[in-house]
């Protein structure tokens, strides 16, 4: 134990940790029969009391006072005294009176034995009432010390009986009536008559009675106090040693022997106390309390897993406390500050070796045994010493409050809820109860947020997890690929990932991957330096620029070194970028950390299949470190790969898409599972994609799907999760927002070279009508979009798109048919010559007159285009 | 009803009942009704009074958010004044100047024997030190408990030497408990020092074209934002609240205001009082508890600054308040009409709650205070035939005069005189008792004995007091709502709070338990045929 670094206020008492002696002087009245209590003093000492301890135990509590004035201070107090004992008399008959004394009694001096002498001599009449004296400054100690001391001067002034009987004394520190009738119960199970003093079962927790009693009708009898000197022996339940310790009192004038233990409150001490109940009957202790042992120790071992992981700041009255500390010691529960605010030099030496026994396992080198102390200093000790628990009085409900920690209530008072009257300790089924309520206490607070706990502890250790949050909310709001209605942010993909680790059967190596880019013209592989480059320039250009995607040409993780080498040197450059990456995730597991610590955000995704079978038909093989794997056994480690990355992701807060490419008669089916599975993990989105037919792929001839099927799909998915309607399938070096790819404007740009303007003269421009951007697919007058490619020197450029009527997605949906011919033709523009799959006779006039070309044809976009221009130089037209 | 005032008050000795039978009077007996209050009280009886230290430390300086007030004496009376009055603050800013909370701290010099014999004053003195050290408040009280008055410490040249040592406000109070009769010992105590070192010392003067200062207001369970809320509605500034939600630096400036509205007539007076000859300021009776008072309470401060726009826009709040409570009243009022209630509270609000109870058609048929005076019985006109006794002489009376500065008349004599005659009386508290029916009993300084007697004799629906004699109420099966700390509930004042009691007295009636008192085995059995003479 090391000594406290926080200075105690030793003038300045701050949120005090006890009460004042009366307090404890009057409780313990309570618990003898037909007895009231006067305290000798101001009446407000007894109103406080009474407010006090009623709003405790929901009971009447009634004390009188003798109500001294000014004019008392002066002359003393006996006139008062002796008025107050009279009138108590007449109205409420008692048979006991205690009178207390209090601060200002004490300080004038007041001799209450002579003052009683007094009052019995001028009333021979009242002879019979049992009045007596109790010494009870406010400044005298704490309720505490005013409980023993009204016990100890109820045995030393009531006149003795000394014939010897065969009852047993038993003498408590203060308790709850509810552990009263306890003892009451325990003592009777081995027919052991007792003397209980005090008894409190009934009078501060009577049931409800028509007629109310005024005078206290439970409690210890004046009859059997008297015989307390010829009982058989006294047990004084109480762990400190009382100065004036009635248990002594009666050994030491009476000769009954004494015997002082602890309370049973925890299994040990329950333990002595039945053994000691066994020896004083002889009597074997009854199966009963056996078979209650055995349920408290097993429901010890039931809770030792949250108990363990318990720090406990202790505080109340000093035999309290004590029992408390054993209890939660032999539950692992260990004691950080263990406070009484009463002054109890023994406290430390009892309790001591078995703190450090318990410190020394769970190595907690500081602890702290405090007594005469306030809350202000217990509060300062259990934030610094990182408490997570408070066991005491509702007293404590201002730290529960301000140190966010659970308190367990016992003891006295309980203001703030109710039944403190009948809380338990004793015993086996009490220790039980106090045991549980603890452990209960631990895991309510831990069932609140351990997921949060740990999700920081593992995952997000690096991440202030709120900021980040709303950062990555933020950004997806922003980000283009994510939320299509953030379509004027703008996003720009980098192609610096050339390699790839797997070969999907929809797709040929030389064109850009189809799972985020779109095939057709390959892309130029830049190094990380020349990709900084590049994010710099369009920069320039382009302001809203905001989001930089590795998304090929092959697989960003592929490609790991360029791919980490290329976010550190934008974000170096640009904090504020928002980056994601698409994979097929085979080694995402590998590298999902690194992401999240390079600050990726986003993170796509492409899953063909959840089951491996299925996964068997998409994938010809997979590189995985270096071994090839084929057919199933690709397709499971891919798919576990897969859904592991996936889960670091989303547990670490990154919004994961996924892709999934519907590839008729082999996932088109399955693409509802795919999609809830990844639901479940956590996923934000799904973008289901048509597939697209590539040549010399093994899919080549596999029947595409139609826009529409991929909607129905879509639709249906819609209600297991988002779904993705936006996607423009892009390229991987897609500069722009998604309805403006301007890649092209870019696309020479390696390094610091400024844009080149594309000339214009001895070159062509096509205006395509493609669905897919790959193919020449689709009839003229079916169009949404033309793409406008460019022929120049042998070489075939992509222009932009244009949209020919926003929301004419397709025949169903669109009006009338002569307008939109007329729409096509208005965006071909300045064109040279339109290639398209069919055309109406109609169109095909009015494009001639124009003089735009017709080229008809089924092909490869850059195929047909170089053929069209080829036409054209050579005067051939369709 | 006469002969249940008689019923208990023959169960006493002839010396108990010879003090008791004036402080209990059955309305209408006597012409003029005439009680006696603020005597002692009767040593061994069991009363309910508190003490001055309760009075002055518990209710009116402990609601002052921003001092911190240390308790020197044992620590006992700090310990049970610390939290259990409801009176709810939190802290805030005005016009730049902070006020910080203190309510939910508990500060003692917490005396020990040694301290008693040598003296205190040097421990105070290092107390303060530490406050300073720690919380660094802009005023600190010090209020003493029993011994100190006896040992002799000088807790005002303590609070002289705070003052010059820390430039802050600190103010000794002697509050010794064994001061006066009750309570309102404390009250009268806290007011002087109030007078002489608070008010007027302040210089932020009110913004609004009219102000007034909230007198008497403790602000139990949000009462007093309540009727701060209502006040703002109408346009009114209010500079300072005494003292429930209140504080030092707001109080200070309290002499600034227009007009002092009185809630709690008990605990206040000497302030409203001393304010009126010192400043010249108006004071005006109110009770925002209860709709009817509140509505009366509205337009008698409209008829005093009587402005146009000010009338107009306080009628209405009126109607809007009313529509808004209206339907829930009535059926409130379905429910409760016809109830009848017993009332034992502190110095003001056994007679507040009357009002209230007859908006739900309830009628009082037992009322007494704690610790009043006879004129919060009787009305201010007795004041100068009341006998001072030996305890209430010896609370320092203080006697303030007109301040050259801020002394100002808002209104003539001829004015206040066509106010009288349009019903509004100026400094001036009519009392309990005109309000109360024929034949109810009112009884002063009801103690635990007589609760039960009277519970049983007059067997009202409800009992509404405290926490201490709560229980006994309840354990006789009556039902019982304390009006001291509204048992967690609250606020009661003005419109929606009217609303809230009656919801939670109606709860109260119902509670179910009520209905299953008696054990199947405990019933009467039905006896099968009939008796002779019966049918």
């Known amino acids: ?878 | 009803m006469s002969s249940a005032r008689d019923h208990l008050l023959e169960q006493y000795s002839a010396r108990v009942y010879k003090n008791r039978k004036d402080h209990v009077v059955t309305k209408g007996e006597k012409d003029p009704d005439v009680v006696t209050a603020n005597t002692r009280t009767i040593p061994g009886i069991i009363t309910q009074r508190g003490c001055c230290f309760a009075g002055c430390k518990g209710v009116v300086l402990g609601p002052i958010k921003d001092a911190a007030i240390i308790v020197h004496g044992p620590i006992g009376c700090a310990y049970y004044s610390w939290g259990t009055r409801r009176h709810k603050a939190v802290a805030d800013e005005r016009d730049g100047e902070q006020a910080d909370s203190y309510l939910e701290y508990c500060f003692s010099t917490d005396m020990q024997e040694p301290d008693i014999v040598f003296g205190g004053e040097k421990k105070l003195k290092q107390a303060i030190t530490e406050a300073m050290s720690i919380f660094n408040p802009t005023a600190i009280f010090i209020c003493s408990t029993c011994p100190v008055g006896l040992i002799g410490d000088d807790i005002h040249a303590v609070a002289r030497w705070a003052e010059e040592e820390y430039s802050i406000k600190c103010i000794g109070f002697s509050c010794e408990g064994y001061k006066g009769v009750s309570q309102s010992a404390g009250h009268h105590i806290a007011n002087n020092q109030i007078i002489k070192y608070i008010i007027g010392t302040g210089d932020r003067a009110p913004k609004k074209k009219f102000s007034v200062n909230i007198l008497g207001e403790y602000n139990i369970g949000g009462d007093g934002w309540e009727v701060e809320k209502l006040l703002k509605r109408c346009g009114i500034e209010v500079v300072s609240v005494f003292t429930g939600g209140g504080s030092y630096r707001d109080m200070k400036n309290s002499h600034l205001a227009d007009l002092n509205l009185v809630q709690c007539h008990r605990s206040i007076n000497y302030v409203a009082d001393m304010m009126y000859t010192k400043y010249g300021m108006d004071w005006l009776k109110v009770n925002f508890i209860g709709i009817e008072s509140s509505v009366e309470a509205l337009r008698n401060i409209a008829k005093y600054f009587n402005d146009a726009e000010l009338t107009a826009r306080i009628e209405d709040v009126i109607s809007d308040e009313i529509a808004n409570v209206f339907d829930e009243v009535q059926y409130l009022k379905s429910k409760l009409k016809g109830k009848t209630a017993a009332l034992y509270v502190g110095g003001s609000r056994s007679h507040h709650y009357q009002t209230l109870l007859k908006d739900f058609g309830i009628s009082t048929v037992l009322a007494g205070y704690e610790f009043a005076h006879r004129d919060d019985y009787e009305g201010r006109e007795v004041i100068p035939d009341i006998k001072m006794d030996a305890d209430s002489k010896n609370i320092e009376s203080i006697t303030v005069e007109k301040d050259p500065k801020y002394y100002k008349v808002l209104l003539s004599d001829e004015q206040k005189e066509a106010l009288k005659e349009k019903g509004v009386n100026l400094n001036y508290y009519e009392g309990m008792f005109k309000e109360m029916d024929e034949g109810s009993i009112i009884c002063d300084d009801l103690n635990h004995f007589e609760t039960e007697e009277f519970l049983h004799i007059l067997k009202p629906d409800i009992f509404f007091s405290g926490i201490k004699d709560k229980f006994v109420a309840q354990k006789g099966g009556f039902l019982s709502r304390q009006l001291h700390s509204y048992d967690y509930s609250g606020p009661y004042s003005t419109f929606s709070g009217a609303v809230r009691f009656g919801q939670d007295i109606l709860m109260g009636l119902s509670t179910p338990a009520w209905g299953l008192i008696r054990a199947p085995w405990k019933q009467i059995p039905n006896l099968e045929g009939s008796l002779g003479g019966e049918e």
């Open chain 1, 1 to 878: 134990m090391s000594k406290t670094k926080i200075e105690p206020m030793v003038n300045l008492n701050t949120n005090p940790c006890k009460m004042c002696m009366p307090l404890g002087s009057v409780t313990a009245f309570y618990g003898i029969k037909n007895c009231m209590s006067i305290l000798h003093g101001s009446q407000g000492c007894s109103t406080y009391i009474r407010r006090h301890m009623a709003t405790h135990y929901n009971e009447p509590v009634d004390i009188a006072s003798s109500s001294l004035t000014e004019q008392g201070t002066v002359f003393g107090g006996e006139t008062n005294l002796l008025k107050g004992l009279k009138n108590l008399i007449e109205i409420y008959h008692p048979e006991v009176i205690g009178v207390s004394t209090t601060c200002l009694a004490e300080t004038i001096g007041e001799d209450l034995p002579r003052m009683i002498g007094k009052f019995y001599a001028e009333n021979p009449e009242y002879k019979n009432i049992e009045i007596i004296p109790v010494k009870s400054p406010g400044y005298g100690g704490t309720q505490y010390e005013g409980y023993f001391s009204a016990i100890f001067g109820v045995i030393s002034s009531v006149s003795m009986q000394t014939e010897a009987n065969d009852c047993i004394n038993v003498i408590t520190a203060p308790l709850t009536p509810a552990d009263t009738r306890f003892l009451k119960e325990a003592f009777e199970m081995f027919g052991l008559k007792i003397i209980l003093l005090p008894d409190v079962s009934d009078n501060l927790d009577g049931g409800y009675k028509e007629e109310y009693d005024k005078l206290p009708s439970g409690g210890t009898s004046l009859k059997d106090i008297k015989k307390m000197a010829g009982a058989k022996a006294t047990i004084e339940l109480c762990g400190i040693e009382i100065k004036d310790s009635p248990g002594k009192y009666l050994e030491n004038h009476y000769g009954v022997p004494y015997y002082r233990i602890n309370m049973p409150v925890g299994l040990r001490d329950t333990d002595i106390f039945y053994d000691l109940l066994s020896k004083l009957s002889e009597i074997d202790v009854p199966e009963e309390i056996t078979i209650q042992r055995g349920r408290y120790l097993d429901a010890m071992i039931d809770a030792h897993k949250y108990n363990g992981e318990g720090r406990a700041v202790i505080f109340g009255e000093p035999d309290y406390v004590a029992s408390t500390v054993r209890l939660c010691v032999e539950n692992g529960v260990m004691p950080l500050v263990v406070a009484t605010g009463s002054v109890c030099n023994d406290l430390k030496g009892l309790l001591k070796d078995e703190i450090d026994e318990i410190a020394k396992k769970y190595f907690i080198d500081r602890y702290e045994i405090l007594q005469d102390v306030d809350f202000k200093t217990i509060e300062a000790l259990a934030k610094e010493l990182h408490a997570n628990l408070l066991i005491g009085s509702s007293d404590g409900r201002r730290m529960e409050e301000s140190l966010g920690i659970p308190l367990v209530r016992r003891g006295f008072p309980i203001h703030d809820r109710v039944g403190g009257q009948r809380l338990r300790m004793l015993g086996y089924e009490g220790s039980l109860d106090y045991m549980e309520d603890i452990a209960n206490a631990l895991l309510s607070k831990k069932e609140a947020d351990f997921r949060e706990n740990i999700h920081q502890q593992y995952y997000k250790k690096e991440l202030q997890e709120d900021k980040m949050k709303e950062l990555i909310e933020d950004k997806t709001k922003n980000h283009p690929c994510f939320n299509g209605c953030a379509s004027n942010t703008a996003r720009m993909h980098l192609a610096v990932a050339p390699r790839c680790n797997i070969q999907c059967n929809y797709c040929v190596r030389k064109f850009d991957c189809p799972n985020e880019s779109r095939p057709g013209v390959t892309s130029k592989i830049l190094t990380p330096i020349e990709a900084l480059e590049k994010y710099k320039m369009v920069k320039k250009e382009m302001s809203n620029l905001s989001v930089v995607g590795i998304a090929g040409p092959g697989d960003a993780l592929a490609n790991f070194e360029e791919t980490k080498k290329t976010l550190e040197l934008i974000r170096e450059f640009d904090p504020d970028v928002t980056f994601c990456l698409s994979t097929n995730g085979l080694m995402l597991p590998q590298y999902a950390n690194e992401l999240i610590r390079l600050g990726v955000s986003h993170v796509t995704v492409t899953m063909n299949a959840v089951d491996i079978n299925i996964g068997a038909k998409i994938y010809k093989y997979i590189d995985y470190n270096g071994v090839k794997f084929e057919g199933v056994s690709a397709a499971a480690i891919l798919l576990a790969n897969q859904l592991s990355g996936l889960r670091i992701l989303v547990a670490a807060g990154i919004i994961c898409k996924v892709n999934i490419v519907t590839l008729k008669g082999i996932n088109d089916k399955h693409i509802p599972k795919v999609v809830e599975t990844v639901k479940e993990i956590g996923c934000y989105i799904t973008n289901i994609m048509p597939f697209i037919q590539v040549k010399g792929s093994v899919f080549e001839n596999l029947e595409p799907v139609s826009n529409k099927e991929v909607n129905e799909i879509r639709n249906l998915c819609g209600e297991t999760m988002k779904q993705m309607y936006h996607c423009r399938q892009c390229r991987a070096d897609a500069i722009g927002t998604l309805d403006n790819d301007r890649s092209l404007e870019f696309s020479e740009c390696k390094g610091n070279c400024g844009s080149k303007k594309i000339e214009e003269g001895n070159s062509y421009t096509f205006a395509v009508a493609s669905k897919s951007g790959m193919l020449v697919d689709t009839h003229f007058g079916h169009v949404a979009e033309l793409y406008i490619y460019e022929y120049k020197d042998g070489d075939v450029c992509y222009k932009e798109k244009r949209e020919i009527q926003k929301y004419c997605t397709g025949e169903e949906n669109c009006g009338d048919e002569a307008d939109k011919i007329d729409n096509i033709i208005k965006a071909i523009g300045e064109c040279d010559g339109v290639i398209t799959m069919r055309i109406g006779e109609a169109p095909k006039q009015k494009l001639n007159k124009k003089n735009v070309k017709v080229f008809v044809t089924y092909d490869r976009i850059d195929t047909a285009v170089k053929a069209a221009a080829e036409q054209m130089g050579n005067g051939q037209e369709d």
